[in-house]
C-alpha cells in the first residue's frame, strides 16, 4: 500500500548537478528516518544518506561534502542534492523510508532511477 516514487535521474557531464526526490504515499503513519542507497550492476546496495524526523543527518563518506538530504515532512517528500558529481557516482538510486508508527516497523524501497555521469 505504501509507495516510494523516486524522480530527478539522468545523464550529467562531471561536476554537474542533479536533484532526485522520493515521494511516498499510503498509509504512512511516522516515517523516519528516509534516505537514500545506490547500487552499480554487480556490486553491492550502498547507503549514500539519510534524514531523520528530527532533521538529523547522515551521509556517506564516498559523498560527503558533495551532497545534502532533506525532508518536507508537510508533502512526505526527500531530496538529494548532489553537486561536482563524478564518474562513480553513476548508478541506480533507491529510495528507503523506515516507517516507525508501526509494529514492528516497517521498511519500504522504491523502484530507484538511473543517474550516470558522464567525463
Known amino acids: 500500500q505504501v509507495r516510494l516514487v523516486e524522480s530527478g535521474g539522468g545523464l550529467v557531464q562531471a561536476g554537474g548537478s542533479l536533484r532526485l526526490s522520493c515521494a511516498a504515499s499510503?498509509?504512512?503513519?511516522?516515517?523516519?528516518?528516509i534516505g537514500w542507497y545506490r547500487q552499480v550492476p554487480g556490486m553491492q546496495r550502498e547507503f549514500v544518506a539519510s534524514?531523520?524526523?528530527?532533521?538529523?543527518?547522515n551521509v556517506a563518506d564516498s559523498v560527503k561534502g558533495r551532497v545534502t538530504i532533506s525532508r518536507d515532512l508537510n508533502v512526505d517528500t526527500v531530496y538529494l542534492q548532489m553537486n561536482r558529481l563524478e564518474p562513480g557516482d553513476t548508478a541506480v538510486y533507491y529510495c528507503?523510508?523506515?516507517?516507525?508508527?508501526?509494529?514492528?516497523?516497517?521498511?519500504?524501497w522504491g523502484q530507484g532511477t538511473q543517474v550516470t555521469v558522464s567525463s
Open positions: 528507503y523510508a523506515n516507517d516507525r508508527g508501526r509494529f514492528p516497523p516497517r521498511q519500504y
Open positions: 534524514i531523520t524526523a528530527g532533521g538529523s543527518t
Open positions: 499510503g498509509r504512512l503513519f511516522s516515517i523516519d528516518p
